[in-house]
């Protein structure tokens, strides 16, 4: 961000810093997840819910409570899951 102050040598990974600090994320935060170890590696993409089985879904609409899961179908469930 233009204007902005470098974060210094400590900051490992200066994009995520940044990336973190335009979301609002306080300096000590930002630079605190950008230093954990491994956080280069977080992060990735969902695969899409279709590609999964219902009893897959299911048991992830299981986890996150989401009611009348047991009469869905596949497509509700992605559904359900989508919208939670």
Not at 39 to 60: F, I, P
């Amino acid at each position: 961000m233009p204007g902005r102050k470098s974060p210094g040598p400590q900051v490992k990974d200066k994009d995520q810093y940044e990336a973190l600090r335009d979301k609002g994320y306080s300096k000590q935060k930002s630079a605190r997840i950008a230093n954990s170890k491994g956080a280069e590696h977080r992060g990735g993409k969902a695969g899409k819910y279709e590609d999964r089985t219902k009893q897959s879904l299911y048991e992830e609409a299981k986890k996150v409570g989401i009611e009348g899961r047991s009469k869905m179908t596949k497509a509700e469930l992605a559904k359900a899951l989508r919208n939670n």
